[in-house]
């Protein structure tokens, strides 16, 4: 007698199914959930302790997200939808601080004159050095506080401000800038590096990540800077664009596509590590193993699986092709592990339970739009639609991400019309990723145990071994396994 069914048989009878549509039957425990280890490989060269990557799209991630990915022990990849230059300033960003904030510091002169409250943008200081520019020796500062209470502000800065000489190195963590506030008893330090000042930490900040989980060492390149990734596309124009990056100290590429089994990704490969050899390359989008094995071939060290999954995207709609994510995830973690290169189910997912079903089905990591979209560190600003706290989430299909540059990534770059394959949207503010995505790793932990699997290894042996065993959902049966019969509930994960 059997329970359920082994992957390979119930992924091998011409259905195409989404998470949702399998459930894994619970396995045996004998140890506790937090000897499960989520530790991980996004490429054949690149470890991170948790399993989560932030997605290559312009309403996701920014200097912002990927800081804040490092700092979880995860990985931002930074979005190509914007001009060569900013995209590498972004990565410079993210790689110029040990901590999971970004202010944008304002920067004056002496003889300047702050106007307005404008002048302080979104921040509580005005930080002046002697050329009113990040690269000078910084002088001084002038708080909004001090500011509002000057009676004459037609006077030139270097009357009113507080003489200011005190930084820290760029690398110092957050307990070490904590320490060094409380010691010298201030409420803001800039950072520094090579003599620019690349932010300001304030206590406030200090203080409310403290009252999140606890951050571990994070993803540590060499050099003691963040691990950050940028996406590229496969023109021509984009190896101008890949040098700006490999410059500004980029630890993986991604090749952005939406079908990445074409000549213009292979030749792309093959550059970047001719022309990079030490930089890893992760290839994509593909959910069949034939689009693997080709870009195995030419030399990926990860690949990115998934099309049309995502929630705003309409590949399928549209075009009638794409895959359902777990049978994707699947079939090409299959033909991948042979040659040893980590996958990275991409989309679709919504919840933690999504999580464990990629990382057991053969992922190495799980890359996230939706679900961190909405988030503090997330682009944009917050809005206030039928009194809920919203951000804007596009697809990169979007008409509206297409006018900026993202066709390239549908291959619709020299096309006369411009077909959509995404649409716009908002989510709802979810808070801080420092405090929300350690809350889902500790869910997903408990999957694994319940599944008897004590790490992603684990999972993937006990599936390949047919000890795990799964069964296809009925519509009756995911009602079911979902809120159920209640006139009025609230879901609170945390």
């Known amino acids: 007698m059997e329970d359920g069914f082994a992957a390979e048989k119930l992924f091998n009878q011409g259905f195409s199914y989404t998470y949702d549509d399998v459930i894994f039957l619970p396995h045996y425990i004998d140890f506790p959930t937090d000897a499960v280890q989520l530790a991980t490989r996004l490429t054949r060269n690149i470890s991170l302790s948790i399993p989560c990557v932030s997605s290559p799209m312009d309403t996701v991630t920014e200097a912002y997200m990927a800081s804040a990915m490092a700092a979880l022990g ?32 304002v920067f004056k002169s002496p003889s300047d004159r702050i106007d307005s409250e404008e002048d302080f943008a979104s921040s509580p200081f005005v930080l002046v050095t002697e050329s009113g520019t990040s690269k000078s020796k910084l002088l001084g500062h002038v708080s909004y506080a001090d500011w509002t209470s ?45 003599d620019e000042i ?12 403290k009252s999140y989980p606890k951050l571990g060492v994070g993803s540590v390149a060499a050099d003691g800077s963040w691990l950050v990734g940028a996406s590229i596309g496969t023109r021509e124009h984009d190896k101008e664009r890949l040098k700006l990056l490999v410059q500004a100290g980029v630890n993986a590429v991604v090749l952005d596509s939406s079908q ?21 390359v992760i290839g994509g989008n593909v959910v069949t193993m034939a689009q693997a094995q080709n870009l195995i071939q030419a030399g990926v060290d990860g690949l990115r699986i998934g099309m049309g999954s995502g929630s705003i995207c309409t590949t399928q709609e549209v075009c009638a092709v794409g895959r359902g994510q777990a049978t994707a995830v699947y079939k090409v973690s299959l033909v991948a592990s042979q040659s040893g290169v980590p996958v990275i189910a991409d ?136 809120i159920h019969g209640l006139v009025s509930y609230e879901k609170r994960s945390f």
């Open 74 to 105: 995860g990985i931002g990849i930074i979005h190509s939808n914007s001009p060569a230059a900013q995209q590498a300033a972004m990565v410079h960003a993210a790689k110029a601080r040990r901590v999971p904030i970004l202010s944008n510091p």
């Open 260 to 280: 990445g089994n074409s000549s213009y990704q292979i030749d792309m490969i093959k550059y970047v590590k001719r022309t990079y050899p030490e930089l890893d």
């Open 347 to 482: 989309g679709g997912i919504s919840n933690s339970g999504h999580i464990v079903k990629a990382l057991v089905l053969g992922a190495s990591t799980v890359m996230m739009g939706s679900f961190l979209a909405g988030s503090t560190e997330a682009p944009g600003a917050f809005e206030t639609k039928n009194g809920q706290r919203v951000k804007k989430y596009r697809g990169m299909g979007s008409l509206e991400a297409m006018t900026k540059g993202s066709d390239a990534r549908y291959l619709g770059d020299t096309a006369t019309l411009k077909i959509a394959q995404g649409v716009v949207g908002a989510v709802a503010d979810k808070g801080s990723v420092l405090k929300f995505i350690p809350y889902t790793m500790q869910a997903v932990k408990q999957g694994f145990q319940d599944l008897g699997a004590s790490s992603i290894k684990s999972a993937h042996d006990l599936l390949s071994s047919k000890i795990l065993r799964l069964e296809v959902r009925s519509g009756a049966a995911q009602v079911e396994g979902g």
């Open 198 to 209: 690349v932010d300001v930490v304030t206590k406030s900040e200090v203080e409310r990540i």
């Open 150 to 194: 000057q009676a004459n502000k037609d006077v030139k800065i270097y009357d009113y401000m507080v003489n200011s000489g005190a930084s820290v190195p760029w690398n110092y963590d957050l307990a070490q800038v904590d320490a060094f506030l409380a010691e010298k008893k201030k409420d803001f330090v800039p950072l520094l590096k090579d």
